[in-house]
């Protein structure tokens, strides 16, 4: 069990919460709606849906061991998550007020759901147990009405490799996932079966030579309109004193402060620096939020871009753990493109797909 809180803790990259104050709408508009994990007053992770400056807060889930990595459906009616279960990380769904939770996958480590634009299948990391969960993983599909599901690449070339963390695009016609296929885990971008997979956002080093220790990219997001990818990169945690049982703290901080989130061109083009942090997402208006360590309020601050420059996200309470956040989309102007973009893609042929 301590195992397994570790590996949670080293995989949430950035885990303690943030501020108190923030602006009454970072974007200058109506207030847009999200849905976070955080501890409660026990120190368990929960869902809260709220504001995005975290006003009109309502607890979704009773968990026992907490619920992490939520994301909500892209016609706004479902949400997955990830829950703590006895000895497993189990995959559950609900609708976005949290009633008629149901399990969908009980056993094992699952990690990272998200959906494909039909709203009724979902992507998500089956992982071995270690130190990074990233480097033994697979990729699943999973149809959430009929609980059909199977191993997304099947091309046993691609097995023998880690792929991991997928997000597909909001065409569905194509997967960004984290790989070691190259060597160090880089952000990859295929169709959705895994075939005309291509690196598309290669860092200038592969190796600090100061840290000792390989660059890495993780945690992929496509943008709303699906032409850019934001994803972390940097020196992963488990080179950290935490994880080697060496204490060294200024080797800690080097660590920390090679933590980034960049973006880049679905085509692999136009890569550029957002900012330091981690755990990057898109709001529904295609800015990007990132989130660093905050040492004064012993957490990280969540970061957004808007027109204006950069805002505050207040969106986890003071001193409070976290577990990620989802936003729930906006319906109002995309409702015929959702719909657009459902029927695309074909997931229940990659289900019957061998």
């Known amino acids: 069990m301590q195992i397994l809180e570790t590996l949670l803790i080293g995989f949430l990259a950035t885990s303690i919460a943030l501020s108190e104050e923030g ?24 869902l809260y849906r709220m504001k995005e400056d975290g006003s009109d807060r309502r607890q979704l889930s009773r968990s026992k061991r907490g619920c992490r990595m939520p994301a909500c459906s892209p016609d706004g009616t479902k949400l997955i998550y990830v829950q703590h279960v006895d000895n497993s990380l189990s995959l559950w769904i609900s609708g976005l007020d949290g009633k008629n939770a149901r399990s969908l996958i009980d056993e094992g480590m699952n990690l990272l759901p998200s959906w494909l634009p039909d709203s009724r299948h979902i992507v998500w990391m089956k992982a071995r147990p270690g130190k990074d969960p990233s480097r033994e993983s697979q990729i699943h599909l999973m149809n959430t009405e009929t609980g059909e599901s199977r191993r997304l690449f099947s091309d046993p070339e691609q097995l023998k490799f880690s792929n991991a963390m997928p997000v597909v695009s909001p065409k569905g016609d194509m997967i960004a996932f984290v790989s070691d296929r190259s060597g160090e885990m880089r952000i990859w971008v295929s169709a959705l079966d895994g075939s005309k997979a291509r690196l598309v956002s290669p860092p200038k080093v592969d190796y600090h030579k100061v840290i000792k220790a390989p660059i890495e990219q993780k945690v992929p997001a496509w943008s709303p309109d699906g032409k850019w990818i934001a994803h972390w990169e940097g020196v992963e945690m488990v080179h950290m004193s935490k994880f080697t049982g060496v204490p060294n703290p200024q080797r800690d901080r080097l660590i920390s402060e090679t933590f980034h989130v960049w973006v880049v061109g679905g085509d692999g083009k136009n890569r550029k620096k957002i900012g330091r942090g981690d755990d990057p997402t898109w709001s529904p208006d295609g800015f990007v939020t990132r989130a660093f360590p905050d040492p004064k309020r012993g957490g990280p601050k969540i970061m957004i871009e808007t027109k204006l420059g950069e805002e505050e996200l207040p969106i986890v309470p003071g001193r409070r753990n976290w577990g990620r956040f989802t936003w729930l989309p906006d319906l109002s102007e995309k409702s015929e493109s959702v719909q657009d973009n459902a029927d695309q893609a074909d997931p229940a042929a990659d289900l019957k797909a061998k």
């Open 23 to 46: 602006p009454a709408s970072p974007t200058g508009t109506e207030l847009r709606e999200l849905v976070v994990s955080h501890t409660d007053e026990k120190g368990i992770l929960q």
